[in-house]
């Protein structure tokens, strides 16, 4: 049984910095491409950062120089710090988990955990 479990989410001020963490059960980190979306009232869910299993990383403009994707293998755990919050980056923070298998991609989503920025 696959689970991705995020946490840390809460309520911050413009400026602050956190970090929250994706606990994958069921499923390596380390062998599939793991990524953060955020999803808005009103928007479609957005990628903000994606790491492949070759360690290459990428990032939504808004997120460049802020945010910063990672993952710890040995604790299976996806992370992402982000820095310089802004009002702007308010949402439910997902994970995803993709890993292509034959002819198809098989993907998994965490709950989310939602980020409030205040000004």
């Known amino acids: 049984h696959v689970q991705l479990v995020e946490s840390g989410g809460g309520v911050v001020q413009s400026g602050d910095s956190l970090r929250i963490p994706c606990v994958s059960s069921?499923?390596?980190?380390?062998?599939?491409?793991m990524s953060w979306y955020s999803e808005t009232p009103g928007k479609e869910r957005e990628l903000v950062a994606g790491?492949?299993?070759?360690?290459?990383?990428n990032y939504a403009d808004s997120a460049k120089g802020r945010f910063t994707i990672s993952r710890d293998n040995a604790w299976n755990t996806l992370y992402l710090q982000m820095n310089n919050l802004d009002p702007e980056d308010t949402g439910i923070y997902y994970c995803?988990?993709?890993?292509?298998?034959?002819?198809?991609?098989?993907?998994?989503w965490g709950q989310g955990t939602q980020v409030t920025v205040s000004s």
């Open positions: 790491i492949t299993t070759e360690g290459s990383v």
């Open positions: 995803r988990s993709s890993r292509s298998s034959w002819s198809e991609i098989i993907t998994h």
């Open positions: 069921g499923i390596s980190v380390s062998v599939n491409d």
